[in-house]
C-alpha cells in the first residue's frame, strides 16, 4: 500500500508522507500540510460507529491516514493507549448535546490529539534511531497537553513557550511541574508573540542542524486525530446518517479544522458553527471576504482563543480552493460561497461569555467555562436563525471548569469540583525561564541548549 501524500499549503515544497510531515511540523516553504487527497469513509461503515469504542473508531479513521507506514495492529494498540478515557456526549435539552474533551490527563481537548501524535513521533523517532526536538507555542492548553503527552518519550525533548501574563496559575503549572524533558519559556507578550518566535525558528538557516518540530497544530499531526471525535460525538448523538450540527470555539482553527476534515471524509454535517471571542478576524473574513489579522490580539476570559491571526486559517483556505500564505495574504480567494453555505461565525466577547455561563447553569444546570460558553453561545445564536430545527447538535466543552476557578466562582457563586488530575498540582515545584519578545536572544538559547554541536 504506497502512502498518502501530503502537500504544503504555500504550494513550493515537495509532497511527503506522513511520517515526513509530523516530523518536519511545518513545510519548508513555510506552508502547512494537508492531504493531497482527503480519504473517505463508506457511509456503511461509519453507521458501524455507534456500536465502536472511541479507540476503535480513531484506529478506523486514523488507518486511512498511517496505511503503508503503520501496521494496523500497531496503530490499534497506541490508539487503545492513547484514549484510556471517558469521552463523554450530555444530552442538555431536545437534541441539544455537549461533548465534553475535558476528562483527559491535562484536562483540555488537546489531550486528544497530543497524546496520538506524541505516540506516532515517538515510534518514528525511534525506529530511526535519532532525536527531535519540539517547540510549541501555548495560550493555556497546548502547553500542558503536550507536555504531558511528551513528558519522558525517549528521543524527545520540549520546549513551551507561553505568554507570561495570559495563562491560568494552572495551565502554567501543568507545564512548569514536569521537569525531566520538559522546559518551558514564559515569555513578556503575547501569543501570537510565541507562535512568530516557533515559527521564524523553523525559517532560521542557522538553526538546521538543531532537528526541531511543532506540536502546534500547525503540525498535521494535531488536526488528523481531532477528526475522530466529531465522528464519535454524531454516533451518540444522531441516527445514522443524519446530519449533526457542531458548535466549535475556536482560536487558532485547529479544533475546528478537525471538524472540517470529519466532513469531507464523509461525516453527514448540517452546519459547522465557528464562535471566536473579540478577536474577531475570521466572522469579519467569512461576511465580507476581507481579511485583516488583528495585531495585537485582545486579551479576552476565552484565553486559549486570543488569536489575531489564526495558522490554520491558511489549511480552510486551501480546503475551499484559495491560497493564503503564513502572514495572512490571500494569493488565490477560496469559494466565498461555499464557505458562507457550510459556515456560521460569530464573535462572542467577555459580557456575553459570563453571560452565558450563567444561563447556561441557571437554565440547564450546565456547568461551562469560559471557552465552552463561546461555543454555547455561537451554537443558541445558529439556532436562533433556525427555530425549530430538530437537527441535532453538538456544541464543544473544550477544557475543565476547575482551570478557570476565579471566572466561576465569580459568575455561579461556588468553585467547580477540581480532578485529581489539576488538585495534583498543588505544591508541585515550578520551573520556567523568562524572556523578552527577542528573536535573537530566543535562537541563542536554542542553540545553547538544543544544538548537537
Known amino acids: 500500500m504506497k502512502p498518502l501524500l501530503f502537500y504544503s499549503t504555500n504550494g513550493h515544497s515537495p509532497q511527503v508522507d506522513l511520517r515526513t510531515a509530523l516530523i518536519q511540523g511545518q513545510a519548508p516553504d513555510r506552508g502547512l500540510y494537508l492531504p493531497v487527497s482527503i480519504p473517505t469513509l463508506p457511509q456503511e461503515e461509519i453507521r458501524e460507529f455507534a456500536s465502536l469504542s472511541y479507540a476503535e473508531i480513531a484506529s478506523r479513521i486514523l488507518s486511512r491516514y498511517t496505511g503503508g507506514i503503520l501496521d494496523e495492529s500497531v496503530l490499534q494498540d497506541l490508539c487503545c493507549d492513547a484514549y484510556d478515557y471517558p469521552v463523554p456526549v450530555e444530552k442538555v435539552y431536545g437534541r441539544v448535546h455537549v461533548l ?14 497530543a497524546r496520538m501524535m506524541a505516540r506516532l513521533i515517538g515510534r518514528f523517532v525511534q525506529e530511526e534511531g535519532g532525536s527531535l526536538n519540539i517547540l510549541t507555542a501555548t495560550s493555556g492548553d497546548t502547553g500542558s497537553a503536550v507536555a504531558s503527552a511528551f513528558h519522558n518519550v525517549p528521543g524527545i525533548r520540549v520546549l513551551v513557550l507561553f505568554p507570561i501574563d495570559e495563562v491560568s496559575d494552572r495551565q502554567r503549572k501543568q507545564m512548569t511541574t514536569l521537569g525531566g524533558n520538559i522546559a518551558t519559556l514564559a515569555v513578556d507578550g503575547k ?4 507562535q512568530a518566535l516557533v515559527k521564524q525558528a523553523f525559517a532560521d538557516p542557522s538553526l538546521s542542524e538543531i532537528p526541531l518540530s511543532s506540536a502546534n497544530s500547525i503540525n498535521i499531526g494535531r488536526l488528523l486525530p481531532q477528526s475522530v471525535y466529531y465522528f464519535y460525538a454524531a454516533s ?74 489564526p495558522s490554520n486559517l491558511a489549511r480552510l483556505v486551501a480546503v475551499y480552493g484559495g491560497c493564503m500564505d503564513e502572514k495572512g ?6 469559494d466565498m460561497g461555499k464557505m458562507k453555505n457550510d459556515l456560521f461565525s460569530i464573535s462572542v466577547d467577555d459580557l456575553e461569555t459570563a453571560r452565558t ?6 437554565e440547564h444546570r450546565l456547568l461551562l467555562e469560559p471557552h465552552g460558553a463561546v461555543g454555547w453561545r455561537g451554537l443558541q445564536a445558529y439556532l436562533e436563525e433556525t427555530p425549530g430545527s430538530q437537527t441535532p447538535c453538538v456544541s464543544l466543552e473544550t477544557a475543565h471548569p476547575a482551570k478557570f476557578p476565579d471566572e466561576i466562582e465569580r459568575q455561579l457563586g461556588f468553585l467547580p469540583e477540581v480532578p485529581e488530575s489539576l488538585s495534583r498540582l498543588d505544591g508541585l515545584l515550578e520551573k520556567y525561564e523568562k524572556m523578552d519578545v527577542d528573536y535573537p536572544a530566543f535562537r541563542d538559547c536554542l542553540l545553547a541548549n538544543y544544538s548537537s554541536r
Not at 501569543?191 to 510565541?194: S, T, V
Open 329 to 334: 495574504f490571500i494569493h488565490q480567494p477560496p
Open 100 to 113: 465534553r474533551l475535558d476528562r483527559g490527563p491535562t484536562a483540555s481537548f488537546k489531550d486528544f490529539a
Open 357 to 362: 455561563i450563567r444561563q447556561a447553569w441557571d
Open 236 to 309: 451518540r448523538a444522531a441516527e445514522p446518517a443524519e446530519p449533526v450540527v457542531f458548535s466549535v470555539p475556536s482560536g487558532n482553527f485547529g479544533n475546528m479544522m478537525g471538524a472540517v476534515l470529519a466532513w469531507r471524509m464523509g461525516l453527514p454535517v448540517r452546519k459547522l458553527v465557528v464562535p471566536v471571542n473579540a478577536n474577531d478576524e475570521f466572522p469579519v473574513f467569512l461576511a465580507s471576504g476581507d481579511y485583516h489579522r488583528i495585531e495585537p490580539s485582545k486579551n479576552c476570559l476565552s484565553n486559549a482563543m486570543n488569536v489575531g491571526h
Open 191 to 194: 501569543f501570537d508573540d510565541c
